[in-house]
Nanobody
Framework: QVQFVESGGGLVQPGGSLRVSCVAS????????MAWYRQAPGKQRELVAR???????AYAESVKDRFVISRDNIKSTLHLQMNDLTPDDTAVYYC????????WGQGTQVTVSS
């Protein structure tokens, strides 16, 4: 079955930057619209950024102009560059397909705190 392995999370101070990555396997990665999702404690999982198979991007209003999603189809890897981080960005970050996301990975924890 499809597998996603996220990495790159950590502890960062407010205003800092972090880049998280996700390697996908057992999927024709280049054919899928892909997205980054996040789930904060006590909240539902939300989609924060997505990228089409052609490379077109879209962002949730809360991260627009601060986050950049990108993909490397050769390496079946999805990236999320996060800038100007705030405590509200603290969450576990996951990657998955846009349509019918399933087989969630373990995610990567991002904590923004001074």
């Amino acid at each position: 079955q499809v597998q996603f392995v996220e990495s790159g999370g950590g502890l960062v101070q407010p205003g800092g930057s972090l880049r998280v990555s996700c390697v996908a396997s057992r999927i024709v990665f280049s054919s899928y619209w892909m997205a980054w999702y996040r789930q904060a404690p006590g909240k539902q999982r939300e989609l924060v950024a997505r990228i089409t198979d052609a490379g077109s991007t879209a962002y949730a209003e809360s991260v627009k102009d601060r986050f950049v999603i990108s993909r490397d189809n050769i390496k079946s890897t999805l990236h999320l560059q996060m800038n100007d981080l705030t405590p509200d960005d603290t969450a576990v970050y996951y990657c998955n397909t846009v349509a019918n996301p399933e087989h969630w990975g373990q995610g990567t924890q991002v904590t923004v705190s001074s």
